[in-house]
């Protein structure tokens, strides 16, 4: 069964710095992957997505890449503002189900 | 543009009771996905619908059921609630191959007492 685990849980940084979310997966076996953008109580906002031929993605100041041989992959989100502080989430499609990590909670503190 | 919408936005429900939520999906999706959101946790994948029929189930006892209409809207009905049911749950859409994207609608939060 695919496990994905976020590392680490919570992140707290001061605006202006570059940061790196983790996200791994125990079965290289995916379609894609897609790193997503929660805010408390509300729904998932969808960042990046990376299928599974491609190496990385980028959008504005984000940046995610994916190496699906050792089952890992990055978001890099570059001059951190204060309206980035959310929780950040991982998902992969792997056979016909999606499977998330845990997430993780990003604080920017202005 | 419509993107994906839920309903009701709350629920409070009583154990043992039964519920219905409600999805549409983004125009030109034909395919509805439902997760459960405990609090802290990442989603859970319930089911996914495709062509009125489910495609494919997570790990979810028979209490969990579904439907999809014709105009690809979708429901997910939960039966004998438990308190562990509280929840937040999400409906995503996407249409049905490569690159499989999904959106995901602002969630129905799920109280149950």
């Known amino acids: 069964k695919q496990e994905v685990t976020q590392i680490p849980a919570a992140l707290s940084v001061p605006e202006g710095e570059n940061l790196v979310l983790n996200c791994s997966f125990t079965?290289?076996?995916?379609?894609?992957l897609q790193w997503f953008r929660q805010d408390p109580g509300k729904g998932l906002t969808s960042l990046l997505l990376?299928?599974?031929?491609?190496r990385e993605q980028t959008s504005g100041r984000l940046n995610a890449s994916l190496d699906k041989s050792s089952g890992r992959s990055t978001l890099y989100i570059a001059a951190s503002q204060p309206g980035d502080s959310a929780t950040y989430l991982c998902?992969?499609?792997?056979?016909?189900?999606?499977?998330f990590g845990t997430g993780t909670s990003l604080t920017v503190i202005p | 543009d419509a993107g994906v919408t839920q309903s009701p936005t709350h629920l409070i429900k009583t154990r043992g009771q039964q519920v219905t939520l409600r999805c549409s999906p983004k125009?030109?999706?034909?395919?509805v996905s439902w997760y459960q959101q405990a609090l802290g946790q990442g989603p859970q994948f319930i089911f996914q619908?495709?062509?009125?029929?489910?495609?494919q189930r997570g790990n979810f006892p028979d209490r969990f059921s579904g439907h999809q209409f014709p105009n690809y809207s979708s429901e997910l009905n939960v039966n004998a609630l438990l308190l562990g049911d509280s929840a937040l749950y999400l409906c995503?859409?996407?249409?049905?191959?490569?690159?499989?994207?999904?959106?995901f609608g602002p969630g129905t939060r799920l109280t149950v007492t």
């Open positions: 995503a859409s996407s249409l049905p191959g490569a690159p499989y994207e999904q959106y």
């Open positions: 079965d290289s076996a995916i379609y894609n």
């Open positions: 990376i299928q599974s031929s491609q």
């Open positions: 998902a992969v499609k792997s056979g016909n189900q999606f499977y």
């Open positions: 125009s030109g999706h034909d395919t």
């Open positions: 619908y495709y062509e009125e029929e489910e495609r």
